[in-house]
């Protein structure tokens, strides 16, 4: 039997390696053999690091459940504020005696648990499990593909993968699978990619049932595009672009490809800068939009309620967000008054030489008649489609109805063009008269404010009714019987037959028979 002191001295090795004592007073009792006491020290030490990873991982399980960020930019002892992860983890050893002994400093310098490098390796592992879930639910039967290109903070281009897909309980579940880093946007990267995720997963081409997109030609393109790739592999991978960023595409992105419409949009996001880039001006406006009620109210002029008479502010449009630009030019009619009363305040009293010219051209513009034309022609057209808009975003929505809301928004695009000339000037003629812009005699020559000199040769009738509204409205229909073609529609149809409310209400026999014609290996 080794004999051991009573207390063994921490001393340093040759190399620098310290040699850890052992405190174990059961070391003195007879019998106690070395090897057990290092046996015991080893599940204490196992026992330590255990509870220190636990810890890490109901962190990182926190953050991630919430979407927060782990990272600050100073994680130093002496920061007040070491940002969420060790932030939460000193939280936990706080409400936990047990964990408290063993992270952060009272942990060895080498295994605290805490580096970036072990944040993302956990990170990592939640992502593989997650993943690994999502496959399993997928069970290797049939499935969606849902893929779009994102650049990150970086200016990576990346492309994020959706599977969408129906569990055993008949629940449609989509699930986020991952970012995907490509060197480029091409069709044949994009297949590649694609190719690598499915063999990394080991998922079949062959189960896939459907293809959604955006409108880009390299995702979407009938011949090059990722989706005829993959459609030639196999043909039952149909694609189907979601209605409602269908929607948006047709009536904003191709109307600004009408001339005069871009640069009624180009002048509004000019005036959204100059009204509302600064907090007093949004103030101003709300100021005085707040006396125009009151004064409304006291003469009667104005309904009160409850709901009514809110306070309004002028919202930013974006592409990305459905149904803005709508609300945008609400509210632009709404604070029409105060929004140049603003403006007159910046032309006048601005400091910022630019702002002060901007606020110039703006009130002209504002009080010319193609600016009342093209803002009450935008309203007609975008009112008509948000109410498709608003319901298409339903997650609730029925396929049936949603194709019959965009069949009957497309043939209240028909009717306007053939009926609503007579309602849109009068519309126009009411605005010019209640806040003193520009009206035109119809029949009188058309003058081109960018060539006054040279003639036109045709009537402000001619040119407001013709070359604006029916070619804006020609260039509307043509994408939306593009953007929604038969196929897809006839496809949706018979799928929808099978949907079981209403006790199967919407069954057509001669629909599945269809149906079993799109999918022959499935029938």
């Avoid at 390299?218 to 196999?234: D, P, T, V, Y």
């Avoid at 191709?254 to 880039?277: P, Q």
């Avoid at 053939?418 to 520009?438: A, P, Q, R």
Wanted: proline share 2%.
């Amino acid at each position: 039997m080794w004999h051991v002191p009573h207390k063994l001295k921490r001393t340093s090795a040759p190399g620098g390696n310290v040699i850890t004592t052992l405190y174990s007073l059961d070391l003195m009792r007879q019998g106690q053999s070395i090897v057990h006491a290092f046996y015991k020290h080893d599940d204490a030490a196992k026992n330590e690091y255990r509870i220190r990873l636990n810890a890490s991982i109901d962190v990182c399980r926190y953050l991630l459940r919430q979407g927060l960020p782990f990272r600050g930019h100073d994680e130093s002892v002496e920061s007040a504020n070491r940002e969420n992860f060790i932030e939460l983890l000193k939280y936990t050893a706080d409400q936990n005696e047990l964990v408290r002994k063993v992270v952060l400093e009272n942990a060895p310098k080498n295994n605290q648990m805490v580096s970036h490098k072990i944040q993302t390796d956990l990170v990592h592992c939640f992502a593989e499990e997650v993943i690994r879930s999502i496959i399993q639910e997928v069970n290797h039967d049939v499935f969606c593909l849902l893929v779009d290109e994102s650049a990150d903070v970086s200016t990576k281009e990346q492309v994020a993968v959706v599977f969408r897909f129906v569990d055993k309980d008949g629940i449609v579940k989509e699930r986020f699978i991952g970012l995907i880093h490509v060197q480029d946007t091409s069709s044949a990267t994009l297949k590649c990619a694609v190719d690598s995720l499915f063999a990394k997963r080991g998922l079949s081409m062959k189960k896939l049932r459907g293809q959604g997109y955006n409108g880009a030609s390299n995702m979407k393109g009938e011949f090059n595009g990722l989706r005829s790739l993959i459609l030639r592999e196999n043909s039952t991978a149909y694609y189907v672009h979601c209605f409602a960023h269908q929607l948006q595409l047709v009536v904003v992105a191709v109307a600004k490809k009408h001339f005069e419409v871009g640069d009624f949009f180009d002048m509004i996001s000019v005036l959204l800068n100059v009204v509302g880039a600064s907090c007093k001006r949004k103030d101003m406006v709300r100021e005085d939009q707040r006396r125009i009620i009151e004064e409304g109210i006291s003469q009667g002029e104005i309904k009160t309620g409850k709901g009514l008479n809110q306070e309004l502010s002028f919202q930013r449009p974006g592409n990305t967000r459905w149904g803005s630009h709508y609300n945008t030019l609400v509210r632009l009619v709404d604070l029409f008054p105060s929004i140049v009363k603003v403006l007159e305040y910046v032309q006048s009293e601005g400091s910022d030489g630019v702002k002060r010219r901007q606020a110039n051209g703006l009130i002209k513009y504002l009080h010319t008649f193609d600016f009342v034309f093209y803002l009450q022609l935008m309203l007609l057209l975008l009112g008509i489609t948000n109410t498709l808009s608003v319901a298409l975003q339903r997650k609730d929505q029925d396929i049936l109805n949603a194709m019959s809301l965009v069949k009957s928004t497309k043939q209240q695009l028909y009717n306007l063009r053939d009926n609503g000339w007579d309602s849109l000037v009068e519309k126009v003629n009411s605005f010019c008269e209640s806040h003193n812009t520009e009206l035109i005699i119809m029949e009188e020559e058309f003058v081109d404010p960018k060539k006054p000199r040279r003639r036109t040769n045709m009537t402000n009738l001619h040119h407001y009714q013709v070359e604006c509204l029916y070619t804006v409205l020609d260039m509307q229909i043509q994408d939306f019987n593009d953007c929604f073609d038969e196929v897809n529609t006839e496809l949706l149809s018979c799928t929808a037959s099978l949907s079981p409310f209403g006790s199967f209400h919407e069954f057509d026999q001669s629909k599945l028979v269809r149906l079993s014609e799109f999918y022959p290996e499935d029938f």
